[in-house]
């Protein structure tokens, strides 16, 4: 910051004023953690059985995809009808997004992070073909982009004037079923234990594949929708710059989280704040917007380090 | 190179002065956390001498000889080399000074030649060149002096277990080794092998180097030792002249209580539990393969299978956990065929697992005892109703186990990785014998506990089979074989032999067998061996 010019201290400022100062602030950070919070989720549900789904970006624009065609007028109901199926749909499409590699893993040990990793970039490729052609908005001024969504099919807004949307709730929601499910149920009793320790899990006789088909499904159902909080409750249509890589930074939330399902939804706060912050900061005082990019890495790295050393001294004590 | 000639000046000095202190550790004290680890230790060396080490696990052998050899930094106290002190923490120091280590796992490379192996590490790096006639040369003459004969040239992977525990012998005198430190050496040995090995020993110490043999064996330590010195939860406990030493005088030092050994009741045999029909399996991921294996136990009755680990023993105790199914031949249990061989179908028809490896089999470290507890009946309707886990019957059940098992350290919502391995084993049982298994399927079920556990674990095992269970007890340690088995059969590449009544055969034939010699050759021998084990 000093490089750039600027006033250490004062940009610091600038960065809180500007992530929590005012009403607006606020909204804009819940507004970006929203999604944080779905792809965190998702990084942490899949990373917690040790199934390394790296391909939440696709998973999302999966969801978005699948949002546009239900959603731009083929399907028309109430909006009490119709926003619960396309959570569902948009689910399905993320889900099916990880299918492929969860199958070819435990089949053939094909190593997921491949697979999911290079999905993502032949969804981002099918939607700009897409987006160019068919689902091309004729209304759009010839930006790639989609027709926007009915009106049925929008996610209300929480506070008017403000972009914050209803979405945050069911991101909220998510996470707190999520977390009841690990702790409580059967399942999570199973998904821990393959996460854990996989071949005793598999001594002991719980169904290993199975479990991983399901969390699998689960991870990318909630990464896709995110796609559809998205294109629901933010930008009303689908375009190519709908994700400024959430998914990837979903990775770093959960990790920051340490995996945990209501700890997603503190450390995706914090990352958007910081998003958002420096927004405001290279606004007011000419400081690069990558510093966000500097400091969430920072405060990975200082908690990785610190997750280290606490094992540490459990393994010396 | 300049260090070996003045070390073989010492040599001859040494061979004029025999009683001389080669090496005195003083107020050696370690602390890990609240654990005492090391508590004001006091010991010397003499050359010459064989001193032997005794204590369980968690004594502190390991702890006190890592710091002799550098690896941990002692909190305070001093050590001397020769008269010199070495400087602490520096492993490199202590080999300069001599000190050479043997750890019970090898630290080879499979990959590389013997010569190879010895070589890794004395030459400087950035020498372009490297003398390996001069090496081979110097190798085989150590090997001839001290009967250690290796083949330079062979490649590790392709060595029995014997010959790769000479070539890390090889590679402690190549650093001109004066002191050599032997952690549990004969543990992989069989019982000939460690015949051969102590011929070995004998002729190191002749040859001028004085040795501390780290046990938990106590015949071994008595064959082969001129002192003794035993640690108990970190503190030296006794020091005795081997010559003065009785078996239980050094148990009791050792444990510090009376060990009562469980009592074996004569039980007759009930009907055949588990029957194997020439079941083979085909070597897979480093696991040996089967050939035609039957085997038949019935119930209230102990089937023991030794074997050198690595013939197989892996093979048929995943065969009877339900992981692998056979290529052909039939596993029957109460006179049904088994078709399906997954785990919770074994559980299912009530066998009960102990498997060979507590941390990555058995347990899942990060979660608790309680969680582990239910780990193979977290199904059953107690604990699991439309999904949902039912946590005051899993508490129940867990507080259940600790006590009814004697599990002891940590409450039930604690991570199992914190417990020691004797109390993981009894959790394991706990977990086995709550469901009330029909067969028993004990995988090296002592292995790395200290006496007073494995005396548990085998009361256990014995309260089981006078309740009629049918166990199979897999082991390495041919003692624990002999204590609590009915009859033995005995592995073998993949070849199980007929089993034997335990009251008819001996130590030595089994060792016999175990290395793939028939049981009628074994009378010529028999005297010899049984000495020598």
């Known amino acids: 910051m000093a490089w750039s010019g600027a006033s250490v201290l004062e940009a610091y400022w600038l960065l809180l004023k500007g992530a929590l100062g005012s009403g607006f602030a606020l909204s804009e950070t819940f507004a970006r953690a929203t999604p944080l919070i779905f792809t965190g989720l998702a990084a942490a549900i899949a990373f917690k059985s040790r199934f390394w789904n790296i391909g939440a970006e696709g998973q999302l624009y999966a969801g978005a995809l699948i949002i546009t065609v239900l959603g731009t007028g083929m399907l028309d109901l109430h909006p009490g009808l119709m926003i619960p199926i396309l959570v569902v749909s948009s689910a399905v499409a993320g889900a099916l997004m990880l299918l492929g590699p969860v199958l070819l893993k435990i089949n053939f040990g094909v190593d997921e992070v491949v697979t999911t990793l290079l999905l993502n970039f032949i969804v981002l490729l099918l939607v700009s073909l897409l987006l160019e052609g068919p689902l091309k908005d004729p209304m759009g001024l010839g930006w790639p982009q989609a027709e926007p969504v009915t009106e049925a099919a929008e996610l209300p807004r929480l506070f008017r004037g403000l972009r914050l949307h209803s979405g945050l709730l069911l991101a909220l929601l998510f996470s707190f079923i999520f977390w009841i499910v690990s702790i409580r149920t059967t399942l999570g009793y199973e998904m821990r234990a393959v996460g854990f320790n996989q071949k005793a899990a598999r001594f002991a006789g719980m169904p290993v594949k199975r479990v991983m088909i399901i969390t699998a499904l689960i991870s990318g159902g909630i990464a896709g929708i995110a796609g559809f909080s998205e294109v629901a409750g933010m930008k009303g249509n689908l375009t190519l710059d709908l994700s400024p890589g959430f998914g990837y930074t979903g990775i770093v939330v959960a990790m920051l989280a340490q995996l945990h399902p209501l700890g997603v939804i503190i450390s995706a706060s914090f990352v958007a704040s910081i998003f958002v912050g420096a927004d405001a900061m290279s606004r007011s005082a000419g400081v690069p917007s990558y510093i966000a990019d500097v400091m969430v890495s920072v405060s990975l790295l200082c908690m990785l380090v610190s997750v280290l050393l606490v094992r540490f001294r459990i393994r010396w004590s | 190179m300049r260090n070996v000639v003045k070390r073989s000046e010492i040599d001859i000095s040494e061979k004029q002065a025999a009683a001389e202190v080669v090496l005195r550790l003083r107020g050696i004290t370690k602390v890990f956390g609240s654990l005492v680890a090391n508590d004001d230790i006091n010991l010397e060396l003499k050359s010459g001498e064989v001193l032997a080490l005794l204590g369980e696990n968690g004594a502190g052998k390991t702890t006190l000889m890592n710091i002799l050899f550098g690896h941990y930094v002692a909190d305070s106290g001093s050590i001397e080399v020769f008269g010199h002190p070495i400087p602490q923490g520096s492993p490199h120091a202590a080999i300069e000074l001599g000190i050479g280590m043997v750890h019970q796992h090898f630290t080879l490379a499979d990959n590389l030649s013997v010569l190879d192996n010895v070589m890794l590490g004395t030459e400087p790096l950035w020498s372009l060149s490297s003398n390996r006639r001069a090496s081979r040369i110097r190798l085989e003459k150590l090997g001839e002096r001290f009967g250690l004969q290796v083949n330079p040239n062979v490649r590790v992977a392709e060595l029995s277990i014997g010959e790769r525990q000479r070539v890390e012998i090889l590679k402690a005198l190549y650093r001109n080794a004066r002191i050599l430190i032997l952690d549990e050496p004969t543990a992989v040995l069989t019982p000939q092998e460690t015949g051969t090995f102590f011929e070995t020993l004998k002729k190191m110490v002749s040859g001028g180097l004085s040795l501390i043999f780290i046990s938990h064996k106590m015949q071994e330590v008595l064959a082969i030792s001129d002192r003794v010195v035993v640690l108990r939860d970190g503190r030296l406990v006794a020091e005795i002249k081997t010559a003065d030493a009785s078996e239980t005088e050094l148990a009791q030092a050792m444990v510090g209580r009376n060990i009562e050994l469980p009592e074996r009741k004569a039980l007759k045999a009930g009907e055949s539990v588990l029957k194997l029909k020439s079941v083979t399996v085909k070597a897979e991921d480093g696991r040996a393969a089967l050939s035609s294996v039957s085997l038949d136990i019935r119930a209230s009755e102990i089937v023991g299978i030794a074997g ?215 009378t010529n021998n028999q005297s010899t061996e049984a000495d020598a084990s």
């Open chain 2, 308 to 522: 050198v680990s690595g013939n197989g023993q892996t093979a048929i105790a995943d065969l009877i956990s339900g992981l692998f199914e056979p290529q052909s031949g039939t596993m029957e249990l109460h006179g049904e065929v088994v078709n399906n061989f997954t785990p919770r179908n074994m559980l299912r028809k009530k066998v009960g697992r102990i498997p060979e490896d507590r941390h990555s089999q058995g347990l899942i470290g990060d979660m608790t005892l309680a969680e582990n507890s239910i780990s193979e009946c977290y199904r059953e309707p107690q604990f699991s109703s439309y999904g949902w886990q039912n946590h005051l019957n899993r508490q129940r059940f867990a507080e259940n186990v600790v006590s009814k098992f004697d599990v002891r350290g940590y409450s039930a919502n604690s991570p199992v990785r914190l417990l020691s391995g004797g109390n993981m084993q009894k959790l394991i049982l706990g977990r086995v014998l709550s469901g009330n298994p029909q067969l028993i399927l004990a995988n090296q079920p002592g292995r790395g506990l200290d006496v007073g556990a494995v005396a548990y674990v085998h009361e256990q095992l014995l309260v089981a089979r006078a309740k009629g269970a049918a166990i199979l007890l897999i082991s390495e340690d041919l003692e624990e074989l002999l204590q609590i088995s009915d009859r033995i059969a005995v592995i073998h590449r993949g070849r199980l032999s007929e089993t034997f009544p335990r009251e008819s055969i001996s130590i030595a034939q089994l060792g016999l067998l175990m290395t793939g010699q028939q049981k009628s050759s074994t």
